[in-house]
């Protein structure tokens, strides 16, 4: 059982518990004597009454891990953000749980931003779906939200239970950044996207990975070698440097040897940086310029990567057996990976012209 599961079945097992624990109390059954004791069993000291204690199972948010008070009843949204160099600095990239960097036309990037313990007011700049985008967001069964794209990749987005949120089918939360050349300047309302949700959308995401119970308990700093720096390179386009800083207990991203900012200033960083090693093909269709559109092979496959948190890096298996299901990691053991809590990135690095180096 992995730890994506652990608190819905603990949680349908205390219920279970206290009911078996009533209908012994004979509730309902009124009209039978009641047995003659044999043993003396005590009362228990903390929880209900009619049962056992409940388990000490803190509650998190599902796609950090991060321990709250609530867990907010709605869906998550993810979000088509691009990374060529006239789309940055961005704006709301620091508010994700989760972030897929993938390999676009041209080497360049564009990010899968998802969204559910913090909802930004804006996200800039929004772009279209590519076709590895059905494989990423299919396991949340959540909304995604983007400026276009082919029919053939917007198709089977849905088709896998994601509800859309399209820009150019008039739907409403997009609007243009005066101070930016088109197409750099579309602006997505996360707000606005959360209130078109439709009647399926009304529970948060299921875990994606499992967490530690704490900060430091993750696998990486408890198994792993130290990683001062994690240098990732998806293309002679982009490289993604991550460099470890102590006083964040975070790594802090790079594009390249520039410092990856916000629009506001503040610099990107992650408490987990997952690189996963994907295999990339040509797909038949072809971008505006005639250059093919890549796709990462993610559903139904599996490959090497590397797990790194808290300074520390440890290498990991992956494997996703379909669309909806989501990534799982085994370490060199065989146990299931467990991230720190906290956000993560993803960098998904093509196995024939990509690398990556922990260090």
């Known amino acids: 059982m992995t730890a994506r599961w652990t608190t819905a079945v603990r949680t349908t097992g205390a219920a279970l ?30 929880g209900d009454r009619d049962g056992p204690p409940e388990p000490d199972v803190p509650l998190v948010w599902p796609l950090t891990g991060v321990g709250t008070e609530r867990v907010a009843q709605r869906p998550a949204v993810s979000v088509k953000i691009e990374n060529s160099v006239a789309a940055r600095p961005q704006r709301g990239l620091v508010e994700a749980d989760i972030v897929w960097e993938e390999v676009i036309e041209g080497g360049i990037t564009r990010f899968v931003a998802t969204y559910h313990s913090k909802i930004p007011d804006a996200v800039e700049p929004v772009r279209s779906v590519r076709p590895m985008d059905p494989a990423i967001v299919a ?25 859309t949120v399209i820009m150019d089918d008039g739907d409403a939360g997009f ?12 602006i997505g309302s996360v707000p606005t996207f959360l209130e078109q949700a439709d009647r399926r959308r009304t529970s948060p995401p299921p875990a994606q990975f499992a967490y530690a119970r704490k900060v430091g308990e993750g696998s990486a700093p408890q198994a792993g070698k130290p990683a001062r720096e994690v240098d990732v390179r998806l293309s002679p386009a982009q490289r993604s440097v ?31 940086v997952l690189v996963l090693s994907t295999y990339v093909f040509d797909t038949k269709w072809v971008d505006p310029s005639g250059a093919p559109v ?61 690398s990556w180096s922990p260090r």
């Not at 396991?139 to 990749?153: H, T, V």
């Open 17 to 46: 518990v206290i009911a078996l624990g009533l209908a012994g109390c004979g509730l309902g059954e009124p009209d039978e004597p009641a047995p003659t004791p044999t043993t003396t069993v005590d009362a228990p000291v903390r």
């Open 139 to 163: 396991p949340l069964d959540g909304i995604l939200a983007f400026s276009g794209g082919q029919g053939p990749f917007i198709a089977a987005t849905e088709r896998e239970g994601t509800q």
């Open 175 to 186: 609007t243009r950044d005066p101070g930016r050349v088109a197409p750099h300047n579309v």
């Open 242 to 272: 991550w460099t470890w800083d102590p006083e964040s207990k975070r790594y802090l991203r790079s594009e390249g040897s520039a410092a990856s900012v916000t629009a506001d200033g503040r610099r990107h960083s992650a408490r987990n």
């Open 294 to 354: 890549p796709e990462h092979r993610l559903a139904g496959s599996s490959g090497d990567g590397t797990l790194a948190s808290m300074g520390h890096s440890i290498s990991v298996r992956w494997s996703k057996k379909n669309h909806r299901a989501p990534i799982v990691l085994e370490l060199p053991d065989g146990k299931e990976a467990q991230l720190d809590p906290g956000n993560t990135w993803i960098e998904l690095v093509p196995q024939r012209s990509g």
